[in-house]
């Protein structure tokens, strides 16, 4: 198995030992399926930022731990991978462990494995439950500070949220589908993904109390537990069109946005209005598409870059971070779509 880092340097990588580094590099037995592929995906981490570690500087080992659909990981990594060359002196490596559908119980033996590890930060979206606060907390008195990246846990002693305002989101959303619907009939679903992820919980309180000034008469119903998945939200969706045939908008807080429209394509209709949260591909097709009216998005290079100065902040590698400041909501339609995407 070709490759250019040392055995020491993958075995931190991969969270493993070096004899067992060194017995999947040579073919030898004794190693599980599974922990074999952790060293492999350890290799392709360290190739991806390799540039980084040829650079000099203070080092930092940072971990990042998401509880997310497969297209927020991976945004979540690329721009992170994006932004580490950037904060030059210092030389960042980071370790991903992200998964679709994780019960907060996995995550905490994930958070806790990192803490016997050993690590310089770690950069969580995880549900607010009480466990992960306490995992969180155990994190800290190990000596690992903790950043919650869009979603917060607000009782642990985590260092900073980075994000956005999410009530004001929610806000936004409502008055971009009043304005949208105007006397047009017919109620709005708000879709989120998990009851317990506090981002979403607060996109649709802000939702809902925004609704209540601007369009006091017309029905908000809540559908919950799509998991941000195309299949589960289609699902979801199609029962709402059954019980209300007269549906008019759509915000979608938690994603899963082409199983969403796939429902009303399957019931012969089209929302009047579908607002959503990001740019991420299939996204910016439904928007080309005409199919979503507006994403309200924020870039997520900055709050990355924001994670890792916080976690050099707290190790004395940087003056004081200013005082938290919520990320930029930016209202994306088709005619003014980024360009590159």
Not at 208 to 225: T, W
Not at 245 to 253: C, R, T
Not at 264 to 291: I, Q, S
């Amino acid at each position: 198995m070709a490759h250019q880092f040392t055995v020491r340097e993958i075995a931190q990588q991969a969270g493993v030992s070096d004899a067992t580094v060194d017995r999947v590099l040579h073919g030898r037995p004794g190693v599980r399926p599974s922990t074999a592929g952790q060293v492999r995906r350890a290799m392709q981490e360290l190739e991806a930022q390799r540039h980084q570690l040829e650079l000099t500087g203070r080092r930092f080992l940072i971990d990042v731990v998401t509880d997310a659909p497969a297209r927020f990981n991976n945004a979540v990594r690329a721009a992170l991978e994006h932004e580490l060359p950037l904060l030059r002196p210092a030389v960042f490596r980071a370790r991903f462990h992200q998964h679709e559908r994780w019960t907060a119980g996995e995550c905490v033996v994930e958070l806790d494995r990192i803490a016997s590890l050993g690590s310089h930060g770690v950069i969580l979206k995880a549900p607010d439950a009480p466990e992960m606060a306490a995992a969180v907390d155990r994190l800290l008195a190990r000596g690992v500070p903790v950043v919650t990246l869009a979603t917060d846990v607000p009782v642990s002693r985590r260092l900073a949220y980075v994000g956005i305002d999410n009530r004001s989101a929610g806000a936004t959303a409502a008055y971009l589908i009043s304005q949208w619907l105007g006397s047009r009939p017919g109620g709005v679903a708000v879709t989120v993904s998990n009851d317990s992820f506090r981002g979403e919980e607060e996109r649709e309180m802000g939702f809902r109390a925004a609704m209540r000034r601007l369009d006091p008469d017309r029905p908000v119903s809540y559908l919950g537990g799509s998991d941000g998945l195309d299949d589960s939200a289609r699902t979801i969706m199609a029962a709402a069109l059954a019980a209300d045939p007269a549906l008019a908008g759509v915000y979608s807080i938690g994603g899963g946005n082409r199983g969403l429209l796939a429902a009303f394509e399957e019931a012969g209709r089209e929302p009047a209005v579908f607002v959503g949260h990001d740019l991420n591909p299939d996204n910016v097709a439904l928007l080309r598409a005409g199919r979503i009216n507006a994403l309200l998005h924020h870039d997520l290079h900055q709050d990355l870059n924001r994670c890792c100065r916080i976690l050099m902040c707290h190790h004395g590698a940087l003056p004081e971070v200013p005082a938290t400041e919520e990320s930029k909501i930016d209202v994306v339609t088709p005619h003014n779509i980024p360009a590159g995407l």
